[in-house]
Every structure is written in structure tokens, then in C-alpha cells.
């Protein structure tokens, strides 16, 4: 399953299925994930060795206003 606890939290969006392929030395994923008050947000990513960066669109549509963001995020796995 996908989580992210930071958007768990007050955003309420659920852990959910994703999908994960291998590609020579990386692994590529993606998920989406939705919230009953806050949208969907999908990721797509790659992990190469410990380190990982992925993009996630967050995509919230209101009748008076929408949301559409995308973010991006690097990191290493730390022992």
C-alpha cells in the first residue's frame, strides 16, 4: 500500500494501491490518492539505490475555485 502520513493527517487521504515496475537500475512507481474533503493527488516516482524522487499533482476542483499543484521531492533512505 501507498502512504503518505503527511497528508494523512489533516487531509485525510487514504492509503491506497500502486504500481511498481523495474527499469534497469531503477524502479519506477505511481499512485493516486484521493480524500473525501481534499481531492486526489497522484504520484509518480523513481528509486534508484536509496534515493527517491517523485512528483505529486494535487488536484482539488470546487465550483468557486480550484486547486492544481504539482510538487517535487528528492530524499535518501537513511539506516
Known amino acids: 500500500m501507498f502512504v503518505?502520513?503527511?497528508c494523512m493527517g489533516g487531509?485525510?487521504?487514504?492509503?491506497?494501491?500502486?504500481?511498481?515496475i523495474p527499469l534497469g537500475d531503477e524502479?519506477?512507481?505511481r499512485s493516486a490518492t484521493t480524500s473525501?474533503?481534499?481531492g486526489?493527488?497522484?504520484?509518480d516516482g523513481t528509486i534508484r539505490g536509496n534515493v527517491m524522487e517523485a512528483t505529486m499533482r494535487w488536484v482539488?476542483?470546487?465550483w468557486y475555485w480550484?486547486?492544481?499543484r504539482v510538487y517535487w521531492w528528492k530524499?535518501?533512505?537513511l539506516e
Open 4 to 6: 503518505s502520513s503527511h
Open 11 to 20: 487531509f485525510d487521504f487514504r492509503a491506497t494501491t500502486y504500481s511498481a
Open 27 to 29: 524502479i519506477r512507481f
Open 36 to 38: 473525501p474533503t481534499h
Open 40 to 43: 486526489t493527488m497522484t504520484w
Open 60 to 62: 482539488q476542483k470546487r
Open 66 to 68: 480550484s486547486i492544481d
Open 75 to 77: 530524499g535518501r533512505l
